[in-house]
């Protein structure tokens, strides 16, 4: 009996918009998860298995030390991995402080800023690790998330656009 191949869903900084996406797909979750097994995916399940992992969905953009590290690791462990997301693809809304000073921002909006490790900019996931697919959106879309996971775990590329109106 071949093993099945194994899915991990990732957070960086996001509203989490785009894993309810995933949970919200129900009925094809279940039969998804008749070929998948699912071992991280802190949102739906207290799973955790170590990797390597065979596809990883990553939610959320760069902005502290902590996820520098941590987006490093992920790739190291993953054989496929996809970004969802616009956090994750470009920045998200977050990425505002890109033009503006973080210090200032801290220091305005919490009472002992010197605790708040955050780095100056948010970035995507690919500035810092090569990325095999984007799933473009604000939230990403639920056919096109389906489609892109069966593809990766069927061994084939998806069949969707790289691209959007909103972007390019
Ligand atoms: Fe939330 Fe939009 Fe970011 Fe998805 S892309 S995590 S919906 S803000």
Redesign the pocket.
Known sequence: MTTPPTLAVWKFT????????LLDCEDELLALAGRVRIVHFTEATSTVEPGPYDVSLV???VTTPDELRRVAEIREQSRILVT??????HG???ALRNFADIEEFTSIVYASPEYIETLSTSTPISDHVPVDFELR????DRRQLLDTLCAFLAGRAPDIPNTSVCTE
């Open positions: 996001s509203c989490d918009g785009c894993q309810l996406t939610e959320g953009s969802i997301g616009a956090c994750a693809t998200g809304i977050q959106g604000c939230p990403i």
